[in-house]
């Protein structure tokens, strides 16, 4: 069973100091990339690959030695997340010969009660500052068929109005610019930061997915003629929506 006391370890730090907001980025706690372990990485990949719709709850997740060898982690150190996301009820383990490490049905109920807004707020802050970077690094240098793939996402975001595929969308789009901006090692690291949220918020809602889009295409504009304050203002515009 699933409490708020705390099963989840490494997102819930209850001896920790109050947070002192800082000016300009409001949530600054503990480095946030600063805890993430292996066992944390283990959890927070997975997470994106439920929000990416890579697997499905239901599916069973590929053996411990695959998810380790994927990851550049040890094996015994996977199967330690893979027994806590079971203990947490986000994973089920199933015996014989169908047997394995299923994604829970109750998925999504579970990380709703893993809610914790000021992890969240300190991660996306995080997040926000290194989007901000990247885009006003980029400006003016991205070439335009490097944003192509981003426009593609726009459009399909568009198309779209089922909940999951919006959420997915809405999380490639960010993977994809992190990419585009910063290179595959950027990319890896935006995806530490989103799979982290994707335990500890919900899974955002349509419309506010809908407003974040348009943002989506006001940045690609921006970047595309080089206009770096505007651009800026694009990435900082589709976080205010996100607290809508
Ligand atoms: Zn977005």
């Excluded at 708020?4 to 480095?31: D, E, M, W």
């Excluded at 192509?148 to 399909?156: G, K």
């Excluded at 290179?183 to 506010?208: M, S, T, V």
Aim: proline share 6%; aromatic share 2%.
């Amino acid at each position: 069973m699933v409490n708020a006391a705390g099963k989840f370890g490494p997102y819930n730090q209850p001896g920790s100091a109050p947070t002192t907001p800082v000016i300009g980025v409001g949530h600054a706690r503990a480095l946030p990339l600063g805890g993430q372990n292996g066992s944390d990485l283990v959890r927070s990949r997975i997470a994106l690959r439920v929000r990416l719709q890579s697997v499905r709850p239901g599916d069973r997740l590929p053996d411990a030695g695959v998810l380790a060898e994927e990851l550049g982690i040890g094996e015994i150190t996977v199967r330690r997340a893979l027994e806590g996301m079971c203990q947490d009820g986000l994973l089920d383990r199933r015996r014989g010969r169908a047997g394995g490490t299923f994604v829970a049905q109750g998925w999504d109920t579970v990380v709703a009660l893993m809610h914790d807004a000021e992890e969240a707020a300190s991660l996306d802050a995080f997040h926000l500052l290194l989007e901000c970077g990247l885009v006003a690094h980029g400006s003016g240098e991205v070439p335009a068929e490097r944003l192509d793939p981003l426009r593609a996402l726009v459009d399909d975001l568009d198309r779209t109005d089922d909940p999951a595929d919006m959420a997915e969308l809405e999380t490639r789009f960010h993977l994809a610019l992190a990419e585009a901006l910063g290179g595959a090692g950027i990319r890896e690291f935006a995806a530490d930061l989103l799979g982290r949220l994707c335990l500890l918020l919900p899974a955002p809602l349509p419309e506010a997915v809908r407003e974040q889009n348009r943002c989506h295409a006001e940045l690609l504009t921006e970047l595309g003629r080089g206009a770096t304050e505007p651009a800026v203002q694009a990435v900082k515009a589709h976080q205010r929506s996100r607290h809508r």
